[in-house]
């Protein structure tokens, strides 16, 4: 499986960005995808899931309630989109890809990694 990250950019405190995570492969409904985001000098950290079938969604604490996970699998993309942006939601955001029902936190249970998208959110 191939991950690509697209919708990343510059934008204001308060507003609203969606990232998408194109995936290559006909067995894109066999994954779990997370996404995780990573600050300069900060480790990579789980900002959120969704299962195989979409049904089931996880989010850490900092962005439940701004941030929600979808996906469209007839057209192999997730989608996170991230309202009321912070300042500190400032970070390259990456999607990974598990063969398995459900999402995890670990960035090791993940085999497959997109190459990141800077999201930037100025105050």
């Known amino acids: 499986v191939q991950l690509v990250e697209s919708g990343g950019g510059l934008v204001q405190a308060g507003d609203s960005l969606r990232l998408s995570c194109a995936a290559s492969?006909?067995?894109?409904?066999?994954?779990?995808v997370g996404w995780f985001r990573q600050a300069p000098g900060k480790e990579r950290e789980f900002v959120g899931g969704?299962?195989?079938?979409?049904?089931?969604?996880t989010y850490t604490d900092s962005v439940k309630g701004r941030f929600t996970i979808s996906r469209d699998n007839g057209k192999n993309t997730v989608y996170v989109q991230m309202n009321t942006l912070k300042p500190e939601d400032t970070a390259v955001y990456y999607c990974?890809?598990?063969?398995?029902?459900?999402?995890?936190?670990?960035?090791?249970?993940?085999?497959?990694w997109g190459q990141g998208t800077q999201v930037t959110v100025s105050s």
């Open positions: 969704i299962s195989w079938d979409g049904s089931t969604t």
């Open positions: 990974a890809a598990r063969l398995a029902y459900s999402a995890r936190a670990a960035a090791s249970e993940y085999a497959y």
């Open positions: 492969g006909r067995t894109f409904s066999s994954y779990a």
